[in-house]
């Protein structure tokens, strides 16, 4: 029997695959691994504090779930709170903006 995969899953399996996703492609803008960790690190905390909040809201309601965004757009839009409270070097900053506004263009 199917059973659906469980939002927090869902969730983290996304952060897995944009994190991976985002390391290799500041790796490629030159930018120093110690700085990819930081970036990585303060954008799953920030994401894991949002999933926490989302999982709390979905289990009292899920049709909670409507209104929340998805992983994707929450992985963005941790990237762009993190760019503004963290100075990162100026290709990390140009990588982050394009993800913001590829994103922005997508919707």
């Known amino acids: ?7 927090r899953d ?14 290799k492609q500041l790796a490629e803008q030159s930018v120093h691994a ?8 303060i954008v799953s905390k920030i994401y894991n504090e949002n999933v926490d909040r989302i999982v709390l809201e979905c289990d009292r309601d899920m049709i909670a779930l409507e209104h929340v965004p998805s992983p994707l757009k ?3 839009d941790c990237l762009a709170s993190m760019q503004k ?3 990162i070097s100026p290709p990390a ?8 506004s590829a994103w922005e263009d997508w919707m």
């Open 34 to 41: 110690g700085e990819i960790r930081n970036i990585i690190d």
């Open 85 to 87: 409270t963290l100075n």
């Open 10 to 23: 869902i969730y983290t399996e996304s952060l897995s695959v944009n994190s991976a996703s985002l390391e």
């Open 74 to 76: 929450l992985f963005i």
């Open 93 to 100: 900053r140009a990588l982050i903006q394009r993800y913001a």
């Open 1 to 7: 029997m199917y059973k659906p995969k469980a939002t």
